[in-house]
């Protein structure tokens, strides 16, 4: 077959083409409708199959993190009463209204021990948090190097707890060769469910 005799063939008379024409035109539509079908039908299958699957992988990521937990449940149970223990020792350690002038007494206590002058000790009024309050303490103290590190090494190693903050330390004005320390002192007041 020549290019003469496919310019020759007529198209409302198809059943007359030769066999090789037929089969290539049938081969033609065939694709033509395999893409049409793919484009309207089949991709959008593909699409909703992709959704699927990627919502699969997530809930079964979620299934196992679950799964997890619900196979540590006990280990969770057995942490948590831990930490409840623990937090209620913690508790303990914070004075309650009647035990801060004691406390405020053990603090300068532990700093004259230590060897240090107080110039200044000064209570400020309490900060309420969230279940406790902050009752800081301005002090200026004047010693040596070593007397301040056995001053904050005293208030570390009392019952109840007690933290230093803002610390500066530089020479003493008053006294040659002494150092002046001054620091916020911190101690906390577990604040109970009637607001004190």
């Given at each position: 077959?020549?290019?003469?005799?496919?310019?020759?063939?007529?198209?409302?008379?198809?059943?007359?083409?030769?066999?090789?024409?037929?089969?290539?035109?049938?081969?033609?539509?065939?694709?033509?409708?395999?893409?049409?079908?793919?484009?309207?039908?089949?991709?959008?299958?593909?699409?909703?199959?992709?959704?699927?699957?990627?919502?699969?992988?997530?809930?079964?990521?979620?299934?196992?993190?679950?799964?997890?937990?619900?196979?540590?449940?006990?280990?969770?149970?057995?942490?948590?009463?831990?930490?409840?223990?623990?937090?209620?020792?913690?508790?303990?350690?914070?004075?309650?209204?009647?035990?801060?002038?004691?406390?405020?007494?053990?603090v300068s206590?532990?700093?004259?021990?230590?060897?240090?002058?107080?110039?200044?000790?000064?209570?400020?009024?309490?900060?309420?948090?969230?279940?406790?309050?902050?009752?800081?303490?301005?002090?200026?103290?004047?010693?040596?190097?070593?007397?301040?590190?056995e001053f904050?090494?005293?208030?570390?190693?009392?019952?109840?707890?007690?933290?230093i903050h803002?610390?500066?330390?530089?020479?003493?004005?008053?006294?040659?060769?002494?150092?002046?320390?001054?620091?916020?002192?911190?101690?906390?007041?577990?604040?109970?469910?009637?607001?004190?």
């Amino acid at each position: 077959m020549n290019m003469q005799e496919l310019n020759d063939l007529d198209f409302s008379n198809i059943g007359e083409w030769p066999a090789a024409v037929k089969l290539i035109l049938i081969l033609i539509l065939m694709g033509g409708v395999g893409t049409a079908w793919y484009f309207m039908d089949i991709e959008d299958q593909y699409k909703a199959l992709e959704r699927v699957e990627n919502t699969e992988k997530d809930l079964r990521l979620d299934f196992e993190g679950k799964q997890a937990k619900a196979a540590n449940l006990d280990a969770y149970r057995a942490q948590l009463a831990e930490m409840e223990e623990s937090f209620g020792a913690m508790l303990r350690q914070l004075p309650n209204r009647t035990e801060v002038a004691d406390l405020l007494v053990d603090v300068s206590q532990t700093g004259l021990a230590a060897g240090l002058e107080f110039e200044l000790f000064q209570p400020q009024p309490e900060v309420p948090k969230d279940f406790y309050a902050e009752l800081p303490i301005k002090i200026r103290v004047v010693g040596t190097y070593h007397e301040f590190g056995e001053f904050v090494s005293g208030l570390a190693a009392l019952p109840r707890i007690v933290t230093i903050h803002d610390v500066q330390i530089q020479p003493a004005k008053s006294k040659s060769g002494e150092l002046s320390m001054e620091a916020t002192a911190r101690t906390y007041r577990y604040l109970d469910e009637a607001g004190g």
